[in-house]
């Protein structure tokens, strides 16, 4: 694990180091970008990143933002929303004005027909039919208006609904990690924030870290060990854990080949006997070059489990978590560590490891 923690120090201070020297303005949003190009988390953002040119405007950066992390750019996607609700209601109003004067016309046509009617003595024939006539011909027209401001206003209500959708879709989008479709480190954060939220009643939950086995062994079979098989690999684990899930538990990728697991119970059997389940579901199917169609063999991950009634912050649940995983890792890998508290005076582990 302390190969992990030195790895996100250096790719920290290279990002800082990097803006630097690139005079990229240190917004918040030009940091997380950088730090996305040089972690290759996404092997596309890197190659565009460094397409860029060694001069980096702050035009061309918001460009490549836009693409990859959305969420930083809310507000232009609400401007164009904005803009196209607009446009949307200035239309729809132009017709309710129509149709306010078609009936203010139609509305004289039957008061006409209607006085017509009504006078009193013998009736002009002629008068008559030709009132019929013109009431006719405008109850069809407006009619047909009719349809036609159903048709406009059920158009109307269909944008209404895909802006509605749009809106929920990128306010969704900020929480996905765009690789493999499971949550990012930014829903992580909100939570596994939640657990401790009331420091007097803790959430009930086990928090499970996970990386890939020798991923880098496991990529390069017949293929080499560029970036686009790594993605492909991550992917394809992404796939098998969406798969797996069936209880609908929190899964997230934080970042390369690490995810994260929040299993709601407070029994240490069952949150072990759901990650196992995962674990298994990740092994269960190989990754197929799609050069040559042989396997480039089956994922496995090793899991570090801490228990949230043992921690006190969500800090110390992390570092609980991660010694764990360390555990599984310095044991062989493909298995799933749960840290105990309860160790003997003496002890070398504090953990208890389950397997399979």
């Given at each position: 694990m302390t190969q992990h923690i030195a790895a996100e120090k250096s790719v920290g201070i290279r990002v800082a180091t990097a803006m630097l020297q690139m005079g990229i303005e240190g917004l918040p949003r030009n940091y997380e970008l950088v730090y996305e190009a040089?972690?290759?988390a996404n092997s596309e953002l890197t190659k565009e990143f460094i397409a860029i040119g060694r001069v980096k405007s702050q035009r061309a950066l918001d460009e490549l933002g836009r693409k990859y992390l959305p969420h930083h750019h809310e507000e232009s996607v609400l401007s164009k929303t904005?803009?196209?609700?607009?446009?949307?209601?200035?239309t729809f109003m132009n017709l309710l004005e129509e149709e306010k004067s078609s009936l203010t016309d139609y509305g004289k046509i039957i008061d006409q027909a209607s006085r017509s009617i009504s006078i009193e003595g013998e009736i002009d024939r002629d008068k008559l039919v030709n009132s019929i006539r013109k009431l006719s011909e405008a109850t069809e027209q407006q009619a047909s208006k009719s349809v036609a401001m159903a048709v406009e206003a059920r158009q109307q209500a269909a944008s209404l609904d895909e802006v509605r959708s749009d809106i929920d879709n990128f306010e969704k989008m900020k929480f996905v990690d765009q690789l493999t479709g499971l949550a990012n480190r930014r829903?992580?954060?909100?939570?596994?924030?939640?657990?401790?939220?009331?420091?007097?009643?803790?959430?009930?939950?086990?928090?499970?870290?996970?990386?890939i086995d020798s991923i880098k062994q496991l990529v390069s079979v017949g293929e080499g060990n560029d970036n686009g098989t790594n993605d492909r690999f991550i992917r394809h684990v992404g796939s098998l854990l969406h798969a797996a899930n069936r209880n609908g538990e929190f899964v997230a990728r934080l970042d390369r080949d690490r995810f994260a697991f929040l299993i709601n119970s407070?029994?240490?059997?069952?949150?072990?006997?759901?990650?196992?389940?995962?674990?298994?579901g990740v092994s269960s199917r190989p990754l197929i070059s799609p050069k040559n169609g042989r396997s480039l063999g089956n994922a496995t991950l090793s899991v570090g489990v801490a228990m949230s009634m043992l921690a006190d912050n969500v800090a110390q649940l992390m570092d609980f978590a991660e010694k764990a995983l360390a555990a599984s890792v310095r044991d062989g890998g493909n298995r799933a560590t749960l840290y105990s508290g309860n160790a003997q005076p003496g002890a070398n582990r504090d953990w208890m490891i389950y397997r399979p």
């Open positions: 040089y972690s290759g904005s803009d196209r609700m607009r446009s949307q209601m200035s829903a992580f954060n909100k939570a596994i924030a939640r657990i401790y939220a009331n420091a007097q009643l803790p959430m009930m939950c086990g928090l499970g870290l996970a990386e407070s029994d240490e059997a069952e949150i072990m006997r759901v990650i196992d389940g995962l674990r298994l």
